[in-house]
């Protein structure tokens, strides 16, 4: 049964602590993205990676990292740089430059 | 600059109420369109990909058509469970653009 999965579903930070949110899918695609959703706007693109070892700042990096060791799982830290990370997060995967199919998503709320 | 416009933001529809949806954009090198259904709290389901003008998809009680300029999707004879998010995407590049989606509420 292929697909991504997301993990946490909910995730709460305190101030000044870095989280990590996974993402890990089993569809073999090359591609990984990650997005943040905020009420009433579009997706926006934080990073991507079209291959292992690899990955490119998307539209809103700052305050956030991402890694990609394995092919399957692509992580994505929310650093204390990010002044307002409070957002739903979606991960994405595609054969490079074709249909990107989502995760079920992570609710980051900061307290 | 790459931009990609959703309108309108909600529509309500009695049920049974044909309607369209658009998605208009403006970007170098369209590689292809894509639409997505989003219910609240989920992820997006894909629904189309549109590759060229002229280009149409069905399924169900929903079908997409792809202009130069913009797509529609089109809704015939909606049902409350279509109600949700509609998101449309284009992709430049190695990059995707979202719209920031159309909500639509069907009523019984």
């Known amino acids: 049964d292929g697909g991504i999965t997301q993990s946490p579903k909910y995730l709460f930070r305190k101030e000044g602590q870095n989280v990590t949110l996974s993402c890990e899918q089993n569809?073999?695609?090359?591609?990984m993205y990650w997005y943040r959703q905020d009420p009433g706007q579009g997706l926006r693109l934080i990073y991507y990676?079209?291959?292992?070892?690899?990955?490119q700042k998307g539209d809103i990096a700052e305050g956030y990292s991402v890694s990609r060791e394995k092919k399957e799982s692509f992580p994505l830290t929310v650093t204390s740089a990010q002044k307002n990370p409070t957002a739903f997060y979606l991960c994405?995967?595609?054969?490079?430059?074709?249909?990107?199919?989502f995760g079920p998503g992570t609710r980051l709320t900061v307290l | 600059e790459d931009q990609v416009t959703q309108s309108p933001e909600a529509l309500r529809l009695q049920e049974g109420e044909s309607s369209s949806l658009n998605c208009s954009y403006t970007?170098?090198?369209?590689?292809?369109l894509f639409w997505y259904r989003q219910d609240p709290g989920k992820g997006p389901e894909f629904l189309f990909t549109?590759?060229?003008a002229g280009e149409e998809k069905e399924k169900e009680r929903l079908k997409a058509t792809l202009t130069k300029k913009e797509s529609f999707l089109h809704i015939t004879a909606p049902k409350p469970e279509d109600s949700a998010t509609y998101l449309c995407?284009?992709?430049?590049?190695?990059?995707?653009?979202f719209g920031s989606g159309t909500k639509l509420n069907v009523k019984p």
């Open positions: 569809l073999n695609h090359d591609a």
């Open positions: 549109l590759y060229s």
């Open positions: 990676s079209q291959i292992v070892n690899d990955f």
């Open positions: 995407a284009v992709q430049s590049g190695d990059k995707f653009y």
């Open positions: 994405a995967s595609s054969i490079p430059r074709d249909t990107q199919y």
């Open positions: 970007v170098s090198g369209l590689r292809g």
